[in-house]
Structures are given as C-alpha cells and as structure tokens.
C-alpha cells in the first residue's frame, strides 16, 4: 500500500489523481443538475400559483351567470286573432267571415296570431281557446318571447 501512495498509481493502472478529478467533476455535474431542478421546480410552482391567483381575480370580476335566469313576465296584449296566412286582409272574394276563413287557414297548416296595430304576434298553445275567438278581438295574457306570445289565457271582448 505504501507503493500506492508513493507512486500515485492505484492498481487498476491509473493515476489517483486522475480518478480525483473525474469523482470532482461527477459530484460537480451532479450538484449542478439538482440544483437546475430545483430551480426549475421552484420556477413552475410560482408561475402556478401566479396563474391560479389572476384565475381566481377573473373568475370574481366576471361572476358566472344565473343558472336560473328568472321567468319571463306575463304580458296582456289586445288584437285581432288571426291566422299567420291572411293576418287580418281575409280575402273578400272567398265569401267566409274572418272566423271561418282563420280556423280554415289553421286547419290548413297556418299559425293562429295576434294582430295589434303594426304588431303581429305569433301565438302558440291554448288552440281551443283561440279557435273560440278566431276572427274576433281578444285578450291574450301569456309569455312574450320575441314575437312569440306562449299562451296562457284568452278572453274575448275588447279587454285592454
């Protein structure tokens, strides 16, 4: 072992101090790695914890909508009762009184409506009740949905 240690040479046949300097530079790559890792790991968990705070700062400047949105008000809206055919020109020349001339146009395929002034509104449910006051003035009370009127009661009459 003395000759070791005089010699400088171990009994693989290489320098002690050459394998010194290959351990130095392993422990030294080694070290740098964990160290880039740690660095690197670190880096991320703060970009996340950035994210999740702008995230959450959005999420209450722009809380979500209702998922309820509340019912649409009833409305009573007074007009002729019609038939999305003729409207309120029934034709003279088919000798039918606008009664018989709507439920004919319902029959055959026709929406019944609503005329009021400029106004006409499609209306939807309720036929029995409408086919009562075809061609005649009424009140319709129901939902209003653009140019939809979803109807919950009709009553004839000039009603306003």
């Known amino acids: 072992m003395t000759l070791v240690a005089e010699s400088g040479w171990d009994?693989?046949?290489?320098?002690?101090?050459?394998?010194?300097?290959?351990?130095?530079?392993i422990t030294f790559c080694a070290t740098t790695a964990l160290v880039a890792a740690l660095g690197l790991a670190l880096l991320f968990a703060s970009a996340t914890v950035a994210y999740a705070v702008a995230h959450s700062l959005q999420a209450t400047a722009n809380p979500p909508a209702d998922a309820n949105p509340p019912a649409p008000a009833t409305r009573r809206i007074s007009g002729m009762i019609t038939d999305s055919k003729c409207a309120a020109k029934h034709a003279k020349s088919s000798r039918k009184s606008p009664a018989e001339c709507t439920r004919a146009c319902v029959r055959g395929g026709a929406k019944y409506t609503l005329v009021d002034g400029d106004k006409v509104y499609t209306l939807e449910g309720k036929e029995d009740l409408l086919d009562r006051v075809a061609g005649e003035r009424a009140a319709v009370e129901g939902t209003l949905d653009g140019s939809t009127i979803k109807v919950a009661s009709v009553s004839s009459g000039n009603a306003q």
């Open 11 to 25: 009994s693989v046949g290489g320098s002690v101090q050459q394998n010194r300097s290959w351990f130095a530079l």
